[in-house]
Protein backbone atom coordinates (compact mmCIF):
# COMPACT_ATOMS: atom_id res chain seq x y z
CA UNK A 1 0.00 0.00 0.00
CA UNK A 2 1.90 2.84 -1.39
CA UNK A 3 0.75 5.80 1.21
CA UNK A 4 2.88 8.54 -0.66
CA UNK A 5 2.28 8.76 -4.59
CA UNK A 6 4.14 10.75 -7.01
CA UNK A 7 2.28 9.60 -10.22
CA UNK A 8 4.48 11.65 -12.76
CA UNK A 9 7.96 9.69 -13.79
CA UNK A 10 8.92 12.75 -15.36
CA UNK A 11 8.70 16.32 -16.46
CA UNK A 12 10.63 18.26 -18.74
CA UNK A 13 10.09 22.59 -18.51
CA UNK A 14 12.24 25.02 -20.50
CA UNK A 15 14.35 27.35 -18.24
CA UNK A 16 12.89 30.42 -16.65
CA UNK A 17 9.33 28.83 -16.98
CA UNK A 18 7.36 27.26 -14.05
CA UNK A 19 7.75 23.64 -13.03
CA UNK A 20 4.99 22.17 -10.91
CA UNK A 21 5.91 18.38 -9.07
CA UNK A 22 2.63 16.62 -7.75
CA UNK A 23 2.48 14.33 -4.63
CA UNK A 24 -0.58 12.41 -3.22
CA UNK A 25 -1.18 10.67 -0.01
CA UNK A 26 -3.68 8.38 1.71
CA UNK A 27 -2.66 8.55 5.38
CA UNK A 28 -4.74 11.34 6.53
CA UNK A 29 -2.70 10.85 9.89
CA UNK A 30 0.35 12.43 8.20
CA UNK A 31 0.96 15.78 10.03
CA UNK A 32 4.20 17.00 8.18
CA UNK A 33 5.75 16.74 4.65
CA UNK A 34 8.55 17.32 3.19
CA UNK A 35 10.23 18.02 -0.46
CA UNK A 36 13.94 16.11 -1.34
CA UNK A 37 16.15 17.20 -3.81
CA UNK A 38 18.41 14.38 -5.35
CA UNK A 39 21.73 14.17 -7.84
CA UNK A 40 22.71 11.09 -9.30
CA UNK A 41 25.28 9.51 -7.10
CA UNK A 42 24.47 12.10 -4.13
CA UNK A 43 21.94 11.54 -1.23
CA UNK A 44 18.98 13.45 -1.11
CA UNK A 45 18.91 16.73 0.00
CA UNK A 46 16.10 18.56 2.25
CA UNK A 47 14.49 20.94 0.10
CA UNK A 48 11.23 22.61 2.03
CA UNK A 49 8.59 21.05 3.98
CA UNK A 50 5.24 22.14 5.19
CA UNK A 51 3.08 21.40 8.50
CA UNK A 52 -0.29 19.98 8.05
CA UNK A 53 -1.80 23.33 9.74
CA UNK A 54 -0.65 25.44 6.96
CA UNK A 55 -1.84 25.54 3.21
CA UNK A 56 1.27 27.25 1.97
CA UNK A 57 5.23 27.49 2.55
CA UNK A 58 7.74 29.09 0.88
CA UNK A 59 11.52 29.66 0.37
CA UNK A 60 12.90 32.20 -2.17
CA UNK A 61 12.21 30.09 -5.84
CA UNK A 62 10.49 27.03 -3.75
CA UNK A 63 7.08 27.12 -2.61
CA UNK A 64 4.88 24.31 -1.92
CA UNK A 65 1.05 24.04 -1.62
CA UNK A 66 -0.88 21.41 0.61
CA UNK A 67 -4.78 20.52 -0.38
CA UNK A 68 -6.00 18.72 2.82
CA UNK A 69 -9.15 17.78 1.67
CA UNK A 70 -7.57 16.43 -1.77
CA UNK A 71 -4.55 14.84 0.66
CA UNK A 72 -2.68 16.95 -2.31
CA UNK A 73 0.70 18.22 -2.17
CA UNK A 74 2.63 20.75 -5.39
CA UNK A 75 5.84 22.07 -5.14
CA UNK A 76 6.63 24.79 -7.90
CA UNK A 77 9.70 26.09 -8.66
CA UNK A 78 9.92 29.62 -10.46
CA UNK A 79 11.79 30.48 -12.55
CA UNK A 80 13.06 27.16 -13.20
CA UNK A 81 16.67 27.23 -13.91
CA UNK A 82 18.95 24.14 -15.31
CA UNK A 83 20.74 23.54 -12.38
CA UNK A 84 17.11 22.10 -10.63
CA UNK A 85 17.42 19.35 -13.04
CA UNK A 86 17.75 16.38 -10.25
CA UNK A 87 15.12 13.91 -8.77
CA UNK A 88 12.40 15.08 -6.59
CA UNK A 89 11.06 13.08 -3.80
CA UNK A 90 8.02 13.80 -1.59
CA UNK A 91 7.82 12.29 1.58
CA UNK A 92 5.54 12.47 4.77
CA UNK A 93 5.62 11.63 8.77
CA UNK A 94 3.58 11.90 11.28
CA UNK A 95 4.41 12.20 14.88
CA UNK A 96 1.88 9.34 15.93
CA UNK A 97 4.37 6.86 13.76
CA UNK A 98 7.54 7.40 15.80
CA UNK A 99 8.11 9.75 12.89
CA UNK A 100 9.03 7.42 10.22
CA UNK A 101 9.79 9.04 7.30
CA UNK A 102 7.63 7.94 3.99
CA UNK A 103 9.23 8.47 0.61
CA UNK A 104 7.03 8.45 -3.10
CA UNK A 105 8.80 7.07 -6.18
CA UNK A 106 10.29 10.54 -7.17
CA UNK A 107 10.10 12.98 -10.30
CA UNK A 108 12.78 13.13 -12.38
CA UNK A 109 12.68 16.82 -13.61
CA UNK A 110 14.79 18.04 -16.52
CA UNK A 111 14.88 21.93 -17.32
CA UNK A 112 16.35 22.63 -20.81
CA UNK A 113 18.27 25.81 -21.34
CA UNK B 1 30.52 19.00 10.59
CA UNK B 2 30.72 15.76 8.60
CA UNK B 3 26.34 15.02 9.32
CA UNK B 4 25.86 11.59 8.15
CA UNK B 5 28.87 9.19 7.33
CA UNK B 6 28.30 5.94 5.43
CA UNK B 7 30.78 3.09 4.37
CA UNK B 8 31.39 1.52 2.41
CA UNK B 9 30.65 3.85 -0.64
CA UNK B 10 30.81 0.50 -2.74
CA UNK B 11 30.54 -3.06 -2.11
CA UNK B 12 30.33 -6.00 -4.42
CA UNK B 13 29.86 -9.15 -2.66
CA UNK B 14 28.69 -13.02 -4.11
CA UNK B 15 25.51 -14.17 -3.13
CA UNK B 16 25.54 -15.98 0.27
CA UNK B 17 28.04 -13.53 1.82
CA UNK B 18 27.50 -11.28 4.69
CA UNK B 19 28.24 -7.71 5.08
CA UNK B 20 27.46 -4.93 7.83
CA UNK B 21 26.93 -1.61 6.27
CA UNK B 22 28.10 1.34 8.94
CA UNK B 23 26.42 4.65 9.15
CA UNK B 24 27.14 7.29 12.30
CA UNK B 25 25.77 10.64 12.46
CA UNK B 26 27.20 13.66 14.41
CA UNK B 27 24.28 15.89 15.16
CA UNK B 28 22.96 14.35 18.19
CA UNK B 29 20.13 13.03 16.17
CA UNK B 30 17.34 10.94 17.90
CA UNK B 31 15.95 9.13 14.52
CA UNK B 32 17.81 7.16 12.27
CA UNK B 33 16.38 5.18 9.05
CA UNK B 34 18.19 2.94 6.53
CA UNK B 35 16.52 3.19 3.43
CA UNK B 36 17.28 1.58 -0.51
CA UNK B 37 16.69 2.56 -3.85
CA UNK B 38 15.74 0.85 -6.92
CA UNK B 39 14.96 1.78 -10.16
CA UNK B 40 11.79 2.84 -10.31
CA UNK B 41 10.50 2.08 -7.02
CA UNK B 42 11.99 5.57 -5.10
CA UNK B 43 13.49 5.11 -1.67
CA UNK B 44 11.96 2.56 0.14
CA UNK B 45 12.61 2.27 3.67
CA UNK B 46 14.11 -0.69 5.40
CA UNK B 47 14.25 0.07 9.32
CA UNK B 48 13.99 2.59 11.32
CA UNK B 49 15.18 3.55 15.16
CA UNK B 50 13.21 6.57 16.58
CA UNK B 51 15.43 6.63 19.30
CA UNK B 52 18.18 4.62 21.09
CA UNK B 53 17.63 1.35 22.07
CA UNK B 54 14.64 1.01 19.67
CA UNK B 55 14.30 -0.47 16.35
CA UNK B 56 11.24 -0.81 13.80
CA UNK B 57 10.51 -2.61 10.41
CA UNK B 58 10.06 -0.39 7.39
CA UNK B 59 8.23 -1.68 4.21
CA UNK B 60 11.31 -3.86 2.95
CA UNK B 61 12.78 -5.83 5.62
CA UNK B 62 13.17 -9.40 4.96
CA UNK B 63 16.85 -10.10 5.02
CA UNK B 64 18.27 -7.28 7.07
CA UNK B 65 18.89 -6.71 10.70
CA UNK B 66 19.92 -3.39 12.26
CA UNK B 67 21.91 -2.81 15.37
CA UNK B 68 21.07 0.67 17.01
CA UNK B 69 25.12 0.85 18.65
CA UNK B 70 24.34 3.44 20.95
CA UNK B 71 22.95 7.67 20.09
CA UNK B 72 25.51 7.91 16.91
CA UNK B 73 25.71 4.45 15.26
CA UNK B 74 23.16 2.52 13.34
CA UNK B 75 24.50 -0.41 11.37
CA UNK B 76 21.95 -2.65 8.55
CA UNK B 77 23.46 -6.13 8.15
CA UNK B 78 22.91 -8.27 5.37
CA UNK B 79 23.21 -12.17 7.15
CA UNK B 80 23.08 -14.07 3.62
CA UNK B 81 22.76 -11.79 0.48
CA UNK B 82 21.17 -12.30 -2.58
CA UNK B 83 21.62 -10.43 -5.87
CA UNK B 84 17.82 -9.26 -5.09
CA UNK B 85 19.57 -6.87 -2.55
CA UNK B 86 21.74 -5.23 -5.24
CA UNK B 87 20.57 -1.82 -4.48
CA UNK B 88 21.59 1.75 -3.17
CA UNK B 89 21.51 1.97 0.59
CA UNK B 90 20.99 5.49 2.23
CA UNK B 91 21.26 6.18 5.60
CA UNK B 92 19.17 9.05 7.58
CA UNK B 93 19.04 10.86 10.60
CA UNK B 94 16.36 13.45 12.19
CA UNK B 95 16.00 15.24 15.39
CA UNK B 96 12.37 13.41 15.38
CA UNK B 97 11.18 15.04 17.96
CA UNK B 98 9.06 17.99 16.33
CA UNK B 99 6.85 18.38 13.43
CA UNK B 100 9.53 20.38 11.98
CA UNK B 101 12.46 18.76 11.64
CA UNK B 102 13.94 16.90 8.41
CA UNK B 103 16.09 14.19 7.96
CA UNK B 104 19.57 14.55 6.68
CA UNK B 105 21.23 11.71 4.44
CA UNK B 106 24.70 9.93 4.16
CA UNK B 107 26.05 9.79 0.26
CA UNK B 108 25.31 6.41 0.51
CA UNK B 109 26.68 2.93 -0.36
CA UNK B 110 26.32 1.10 -3.83
CA UNK B 111 25.71 -2.62 -3.28
CA UNK B 112 26.32 -5.30 -6.04
CA UNK B 113 25.54 -9.14 -4.96
CA UNK B 114 26.78 -11.20 -8.23
Known amino acids: DQQVKQNSPSLSVQEGRISILNCDYT??????FLWYKKYPAEGPTFLISISSIKDKNEDGRFTVFLNKSAKHLSLHIVPSQPGDSAVYFCAAYSGGSNYKLTFGKGTLLTVNP | NAGVTQTPKFQVLKTGQSMTLQCAQDMNHNSMYWYRQDPGMGLRLIYYSASEGTTDKGEVPNGYNVSRLNKREFSLRLESAAPSQTSVYFC?????????????FGQGTRLTVV
Open chain 2, 92 to 104: ASSDGQGADTEAF
Open chain 1, 27 to 32: NSMFDY
